[in-house]
Structures are given as structure tokens and as C-alpha cells.
């Protein structure tokens, strides 16, 4: 089933963003390096776009750099876009970033005009830890969990440079179902959004046809190619005596170790989509919904002609 989390808290975020922008000069949008597409957020999109905008590839370190290469290519040949990988935590890389607001929106600085960043989004991509980074203080709380930061926070990098720290949003309607996967995985849904075992097989899946070599070097295993996702799964909860009784595996205990050393790059450093596989997958999803969306209204125009051929009579 595809995988939806949209909590009460976003839409207040989704409504103080959209009140905020008016009075930003650049955004900050951080993506995860590992599922770059599946991570930018359409109705940040559509709330943000005119603004100036800087796209952080975050949590480099744990992606595959030839990708991050390729995702950088993609959003750099963009006209008016900017896209810069890094390690949040790293204060190092960090430096470049208020430069590339200034390049971004020249006009601003000094107290007269002071330059106001806001950063946004999906959950746990790294948005406070780039703040605390920033700024060399732990202003925003951080956590290894969706959902730690709850109502925006503003904090001054310099008097005359704002930064705004907004908790992470998703989309109502994630049209896209692998992307829903890719950012189960990473760590952006709730926990209590989806099933680990079903997200577990599909993240094997992916793992099988990309990155077969890190799999069977991690968990022993040989052929995994040829494997199928659920044989895999097994296999990973035998060699971890993830079991049950009986000779039964422990299905559940085995989809959280692939997740886990997943999230902890102890597989290996993974990017679980291309530009081109991104491309694919969204025109699909697009596709299927604006066929969702014809049934629906045929639905809801025979109902109506229905009601109408009644009244009539
Ligand atoms: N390896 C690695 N971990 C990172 C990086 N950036 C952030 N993290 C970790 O990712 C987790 C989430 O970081 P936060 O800064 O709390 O994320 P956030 O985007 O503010 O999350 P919410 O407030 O929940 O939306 C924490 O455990 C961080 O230590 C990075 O570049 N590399
Ligand atoms: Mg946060």
C-alpha cells in the first residue's frame, strides 16, 4: 500500500511557511544525497519557487558519490538553480553556504536590509543540524527521528543574517510510491507510517539490481541478483539469528537490520535513485494519478447526472 504521512503539525507548518515567505530573500531547501527526487518536496515547491534557491544534497557522506556527481550535474545545468552536496555536521562545509546566499540575492545585507534565509525540508534530512552547524551552537534541537523540530525557530547567524529553521513537511498526497519507500528508508515517515517489512523489501529490491555486491558482502550471501526480494529477506534474519522457533525467521527483526544498517551506511554508501530513474518514476506516478483523477470525476459526474436525471422527473 502506498505510503502517506501527513500529520496535523505539517499543516501548520505547510500555513506558517506559507505566511513566512513573503519576507525571505533565499531558500534553503535541503534534499537527502541518498533519494534526491523522492526528498524535494512539491508543495515546498509550489509555496517557495520564486524565490531564490540553494539545493543542499545533504548527508553526503553516506551517499554514493558517483550519484551525487550526477544529481549535482542534473540541478546545476538547471537555468537559476544552485546545488551544493554536503555534511551537515561538517562546520567546514558548511562556510560555503552564506556566500551562496549573498551570490543568490546580492541586494541584502547590512542591518537596513538584512538577509533572511529560511531552511526547509522533509523530516530528519538535517535541517537543524546545518542550523547548529551555521552557527557553531546547538540553537535547534536534532534527532535521529522524524518530527523533532515542531514550530519554526529563528536564529542570528550575523546581525545582519537570519536563518529560519522550520520543521520538516511533507506532501498530502505522495503520488509517487516508490518515492513514499525511498523516504521510509531514510528515515523521514513516522515510524508508525508504514510497514518496515514491506519498505525492508522493496529497499532489497532496489539493493539487489544496484548494489548486489554490498549485499552479499554484508550479509554473506552470493547470487543475490537472481534472488528473490522475500529469499533475501530470509536469508538476512538466518545469518543474523533473527528466529522465531522452530526454524521460523523473524521477518519483522530481519526488515529492521536492512533498514537500519541502510540509514547507517553500513551497507555502504547507497543513492537509491537516479535523475533518469526519478524522471521515470514520476512521469509514471503522474500518469497514474490523473487517471485516478478521471475515474474520480466520471465517478462524481454520473452520480450527478444520476441526481439530475432524478430531480427532472
Ligand atoms: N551522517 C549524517 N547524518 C546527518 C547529517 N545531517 C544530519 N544528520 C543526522 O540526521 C538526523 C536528523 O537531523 P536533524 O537536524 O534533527 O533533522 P531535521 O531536518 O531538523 O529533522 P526534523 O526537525 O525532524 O524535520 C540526526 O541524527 C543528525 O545527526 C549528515 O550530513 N550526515
Ligand atoms: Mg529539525
Not at 8 to 14: A, K
Not at 118 to 141: D, E, F, M, Q, Y
Not at 297 to 310: E, F, H, I, L, V
Amino acid at each position: 500500500m502506498a505510503i502517506q504521512w501527513f500529520p496535523g503539525h505539517m499543516n501548520l507548518t505547510r500555513k506558517a511557511i506559507a505566511e513566512r515567505i513573503k519576507d525571505i530573500d533565499v531558500v534553503i531547501e535541503v534534499l537527502d544525497a541518498r533519494l534526491p527526487g523522492s526528498s524535494a518536496n512539491p508543495l515546498l515547491a509550489e509555496m517557495t519557487g520564486h524565490k531564490p534557491t540553494l539545493k543542499i544534497l545533504n548527508k553526503q557522506d553516506l551517499a554514493d558519490p558517483d550519484r551525487t556527481l550526477q544529481w549535482l550535474d542534473h540541478y546545476n545545468a538547471q537555468p537559476g538553480v544552485r546545488a551544493v552536496a554536503l555534511k551537515a555536521s561538517d562546520a567546514i562545509s558548511t562556510q560555503r553556504l552564506a556566500p551562496a546566499c549573498h551570490a543568490l540575492a546580492p541586494g541584502r545585507g547590512g542591518m537596513a536590509k538584512p538577509m533572511r534565509v529560511l531552511i526547509c525540508g522533509v523530516p530528519n534530512v538535517g535541517k537543524s543540524t546545518l542550523i547548529n552547524a551555521l552557527t557553531n551552537k546547538r540553537h535547534a534541537k536534532t534527532g535521529d527521528e522524524a518530527g523533532i523540530t515542531k514550530l519554526e525557530q529563528r536564529i542570528t547567524l550575523a546581525d545582519d543574517f537570519y536563518l529560519y529553521d522550520t520543521p520538516g513537511l511533507l506532501w498530502p498526497r505522495i503520488i509517487v510510491a516508490k518515492s513514499g519507500y525511498n523516504l521510509a528508508a531514510s528515515g523521514a515517515i513516522g515510524r508508525n507510517a508504514y510497514d518496515e517489512e514491506e519498505v525492508a523489501l522493496e529497499l532489497l529490491d532496489y539493493l539487489r539490481q544496484h548494489y548486489a555486491g554490498l549485499l552479499e558482502a554484508r550479509f554473506k550471501l552470493a547470487g543475490v541478483a537472481q534472488m528473490k526480494d522475500e529469499e533475501v529477506l530470509e536469508s538476512v534474519g538466518r545469518q543474523r539469528g533473527a528466529l522465531l522457533g522452530k526454524g521460523r525467521i523473524n521477518l519483522q527483526k530481519a526488515a529492521e537490520i536492512v533498514i537500519q544498517e541502510f540509514r547507517g551506511a553500513i551497507l555502504g554508501r547507497i543513492t537509491l535513485e537516479t535523475p533518469q530513474e526519478f524522471a521515470q518514476w514520476l512521469a509514471a506516478g503522474q500518469q497514474l494519478d490523473a487517471q485516478r483523477l478521471a475515474k474520480k470525476a466520471a465517478r462524481t459526474g454520473k452520480g450527478k447526472q444520476a441526481d439530475q436525471s432524478a430531480s427532472d422527473e
